[in-house]
């Protein structure tokens, strides 16, 4: 069986751990030629492409603060130069998720958030937008939203946003970039286990799984696997959607 994914060229950024790890590796599973994008946790992300390269796959890292344009544009070029010119998938998967009450928060404090989980996700799917309209086949993009794009939570008022926004961008990249062949949407999770989750937040942990009706917190393989769909040809006439990924917690009625 052919995998998804045979013969695309990948950018997964924040891959060096966690969703974003899991994103690259199930990439390269079905197929892709994954870089393998960090800001300063570089040794993680050289064994995120060690890991895809133990697998028979192939793996770059490229390095960056997408906070800023500039590099931004040249994370994405620098994938695609080493893909031979061709980039035919993006996730956006960078972000920071710092806990901070509205009231107090500076100008600054929420710049900080927006623009590593909003800008970042625009100047990236524009650079690679403009390598992917020239290709034939155009290519895909998916941003890692979340479900505080509807749900926020006390202390995420600037995360909660910026993930409402990277829903709004995908839909509106999806129109404007449809015509070029390039399909854009998001998956949001919701509550994904790490190690150690449920001794830093034990509550939290016990009021999600009596609330989910699935019984469990997802994984980051969870959310790879919706993200390999978007990307391939399954899901071939859909773009500008939002596939939630919560085990259907978002289903429980909130009254």
Not at 16 to 25: E, F, H, K, L, Q
Not at 53 to 74: K, M, Y
Not at 164 to 184: D, P
């Amino acid at each position: 069986m052919t995998p998804l994914l045979d013969g695309q060229t990948a950018l997964v950024t924040g891959a060096s751990g966690g969703i974003g790890r899991a994103v690259a590796r199930r990439m390269a599973e079905e197929g892709a030629a994954v870089a393998v994008h960090c800001r300063t946790a570089v040794r993680a992300a050289r064994e995120t492409a060690a890991d895809i390269e133990a697998l028979g796959g192939r793996a770059t890292v490229v390095q960056g603060d997408l906070s800023d344009e500039e590099t931004c544009h040249r994370v994405v070029r620098e994938a695609a130069q080493w893909g031979g010119g061709r980039l035919t998938a993006l996730v956006n998967n960078a972000a920071v998720q710092p806990v901070q009450p509205l009231p107090g928060m500076t100008a600054a404090d929420w710049r900080a958030v927006v623009d590593t989980n909003l800008t970042s996700v625009f100047a990236c799917t524009q650079a690679a937008a403009e390598i992917m309209r020239g290709l034939p086949g155009g290519g895909t993009v998916t941003h890692i939203a979340s479900i505080e794009a509807t749900h926020p939570a006390v202390g995420h008022a600037h995360y909660s946003t910026a993930k409402a926004a990277v829903v709004m961008h995908a839909r509106a990249a999806a129109l404007e970039y449809g015509r070029s062949g390039i399909r854009v949407n998001t998956v949001s999770p919701g509550l994904i286990d790490r190690e150690g989750l449920a001794d830093d937040w034990p509550e939290g942990v016990r009021r999600w799984q009596e609330a989910v009706p699935t019984g469990r917190l997802g994984n980051a393989d969870d959310v790879a696997n919706a993200v390999v769909f978007l990307t391939s040809p399954l899901a071939s006439w859909i773009t500008g959607h939002d596939l939630v990924v919560d085990g259907g917690v978002s289903a429980r009625p909130t009254w």
